[in-house]
């Protein structure tokens, strides 16, 4: 049973930056592991998503250009730099995990999921 663990998040003003870290209890080369996100009353949304194996990445419209994902596949941890903040980034963030690699920002095709991490964006 893979175990994710989410960290970094907080309450930040707008126009602020935060890092977000996803440690996992053993990530492999098939996986790929994505960051998503849900604000009250709203579906959840994938945000971004990177393979372990080449480092590939997808990102969402609305965080393209201001987020990045990265890993460290030495320390099974994945991040997520979160520039430009804006009000609407507002919301819990949950990392996930596919073990079969296939690079999507679907919710249903991740097997494993963290228990998330507030993210506030707020003056």
């Known amino acids: 049973q893979l175990q994710l663990v989410e960290s970094g998040g907080g309450l930040v003003q707008p126009g602020g930056s935060l890092k977000l870290s996803c440690r996992g209890s053993g990530f492999t080369l098939r996986y790929t592991i994505a960051w998503f996100r849900q604000a009250p009353g709203k579906e959840r949304e994938g945000v971004s998503c990177?393979?372990?194996?080449?480092?590939?990445?997808r990102y969402s419209d609305s965080v393209r250009g201001r987020f990045t994902i990265s890993r460290d596949n030495a320390e099974d941890t994945v991040y997520l730099q979160m520039d430009s903040l804006k009000p609407e980034d507002t919301a819990v963030y949950y990392c996930?995990?596919?073990?079969?690699?296939?690079?999507?920002?679907?919710?249903?095709?991740?097997?494993?999921w963290g228990q998330g991490t507030q993210v506030t964006v707020s003056s």
């Open positions: 990177i393979s372990m194996s080449d480092g590939s990445t």
């Open positions: 996930a995990a596919d073990v079969d690699g296939v690079g999507s920002l679907l919710p249903i095709i991740y097997d494993y």
